[in-house]
């Protein structure tokens, strides 16, 4: 008896899947980025101060992506062009692959198939998924204007100043200022009524 697989959808074998894999399916290429910079500050491998990362720790992880990030910041970087940089990397593109393959994301927009949501979701309910990999970073930082989901995971005080610097690097980076600074003028005015 042959298996029938409809077009574009492969046989996941249940296969493990790693968390950026994971992160990779919650929230493509940037969540991926986001997830392994917080993985490795968690760890001790890198320090987050004044929206700049630099590598502080002995280890050297073996998995390509965070061999990315360690790589790219050799001595210090800014934090957004770290998470730029890993993003659109041989790296996470192979890891995108890997995930085509197994048929968890479609091949040309990259967006997860239903096989591929239905992992997460199994995995997001078993547990089995760091917060930050399915929701960002905001699911780190209790308390503040980035809170996640109810129910998550509160963490340690430095790392939880480091996330939140990182946070505000990375708003600030997409455009999303938190000052109330005013571009035009003052109340109302604007046209004047005509006779």
């Known amino acids: 008896m042959t298996r029938m697989f409809r077009r574009g ?12 894999e994971y992160a990779y399916l919650a929230g493509g290429g940037l969540r991926v980025a986001e997830s392994v ?5 968690e760890r ?18 073996d998995h390509p992506v965070e061999v990315a990030v360690i790589v790219g910041c050799p001595r210090s970087k ?25 048929g968890l994301v479609r091949r040309r927009r990259r967006k997860p198939t239903r096989a591929g949501r239905r992992r997460l979701a199994d995995a997001a309910s078993a547990g ?33 100043r480091a996330l939140i610097r990182m946070g505000k690097a990375l708003d600030d980076d997409r455009g999303h200022r938190t000052d109330s600074g005013a571009d035009g003028g003052g109340f109302g005015g604007g046209a004047g009524g005509g006779d």
Request: charged residues 25%; proline residues 8%; glycine residues 10%.
């Open 44 to 61: 001790g491998t890198l320090s987050l101060g004044a929206a700049r990362l630099r590598v502080i720790g002995e280890e050297r992880p």
């Open 128 to 160: 089995d998924v760091p917060a930050y990999a399915l929701h960002g970073i905001a699911a780190l930082v209790p308390g503040s204007a980035r809170r996640g989901p109810v129910g998550a995971h509160p963490v340690s005080d430095t790392l939880g």
């Open 78 to 102: 800014p934090v957004r062009e770290v998470i730029e940089a890993v993003r659109h990397s041989p790296e996470v593109d192979e890891l995108a692959r890997r995930l085509v393959c197994l």
């Open 37 to 41: 910079v917080v993985s490795l500050i």
């Open 9 to 20: 959808e492969a046989d996941s074998g249940g296969e493990d899947l790693d968390a950026y």
